[in-house]
């Protein structure tokens, strides 16, 4: 019975535990965007018996000589999640940065620099999509001018270079916070050269997210309840028909049960006599349980004895530890226990 009741309570707790929900926390993403920036370019080339067509692609090597303007078209998008409403706001400038540096090791050391602005627009505003586009056309007199007025002035030929940038940012207002993402996009330009080419960087690509953690509960499938809920009953089920048709022990079984444990557990210390020839003591001790007779047999270091009845059972019995004048005597069931004349303890 006792394994059942563990079995059920083992059950009960997988039970237990397919109904208690798993706790965890989770990421959520609350808002979620995109940011594109980019451009595309084309080299216009002045009247010619070389070239029919007025402009070259990307990628090619372009003369100086006939050089006419760069045209480039630049591009930014900013496009936030279709399920939340978001109002964009985007500001952007298009510039060419000129500087002279000198490289010290990997360092660039900065000698001079000079912007010049060519557009700039601000405060747009736009509903969950920004699109901006904006073409550009320059050569490049103006700044290699520049740079050749610095050096006569400095008396010094120092690197130089020219960035065509565009830059700017976009900031997003949702019901669940603001979201800014600035961006810089640099095309650099090929000066002082008779042939040339441009390198054009790729796109700028950029994604980002608005977030809050969420305890998630999950909970297991119902159908796993059968299995322990079937152990329970059936437990159960064995419970009762142990309880209804087991018979308890008579009072004569619980003797020959406690006389077996005693064995079990002192067998060494105990001697069966074939029979017993009769003495006669002064004192006959009675002792109320079999530890007191394990320390007295110790102390004295004589074994216990008993007579065996037909049964096997020790007759009246009784177990004893003879002594000169003294006889210990223990019994199994208190209702045996004889009534002496004389004094016992």
């Known amino acids: 019975m006792c394994a059942a009741i563990i079995v059920i309570c083992l ?107 060519l557009f700039e627009q601000a405060g747009m505003k736009y509903r969950n999509i920004a699109t901006i586009s904006r073409e550009i056309s320059l050569d490049f007199t103006q700044y290699e001018s520049y740079i050749n007025n610095v050096k006569s002035i400095i008396s010094a030929d120092p690197n130089s270079e020219a960035l065509l940038m565009f830059s700017g940012n976009f900031k997003a207002e949702t019901e669940f916070g603001e979201k800014e993402e600035q961006f810089t996009y640099a095309i650099a330009l090929p000066l002082f050269e008779s ?56 009072d004569e079984e619980k003797l020959v049960l406690r006389f077996k444990s005693i064995m079990r557990k002192h067998g060494s210390r105990v001697v069966r006599l074939s029979r017993f020839l009769g003495s006669s003591w002064e004192t006959i001790l009675v002792i109320k349980d079999i530890e007191g007779m394990i320390k007295i047999s110790d102390e004295c270091n004589i074994p216990i004895f008993y007579i065996p009845d037909e049964k096997g059972m020790p007759e009246e019995y009784s177990m004893f530890i003879p002594g000169k004048d003294i006889c210990y005597t223990y019994y199994i069931t208190e209702s045996k226990i004889p009534i002496f004349r004389r004094s016992t303890t």
């Open 11 to 117: 059950s009960a707790f997988a039970v237990f535990k397919i109904l208690s929900p798993e706790i965890k926390e989770e990421q959520v993403t609350l808002y979620s965007y995109s940011m594109t920036v980019g451009g595309d370019y084309k080299v216009y080339l002045k009247a010619n018996e070389i070239y029919n067509e007025m402009y070259m692609g990307e990628k090619m090597i372009y003369p100086k000589s006939i050089f006419d303007k760069l045209s480039v078209n630049f591009s930014a998008k900013f496009s936030g999640s279709s399920g939340t409403v978001s109002d964009i706001k985007a500001d952007y400038s298009i510039e060419v940065l000129v500087r002279g540096f000198q490289m010290k090791g990997e360092e660039k050391r900065i000698l001079y620099e000079k912007t010049f602005p």
């Open 195 to 250: 042939l040339f080419t441009i390198d054009k960087p790729a796109a700028v690509e950029k994604t980002g997210s608005i977030t809050e953690m969420e305890v998630i509960k999950t909970y297991a499938e119902k159908i796993l309840l059968i299995i322990p809920g079937s152990v329970i009953f059936i437990m159960l089920l064995l419970i009762v028909y142990m309880m209804i048709y087991t018979i308890p022990p008579t």
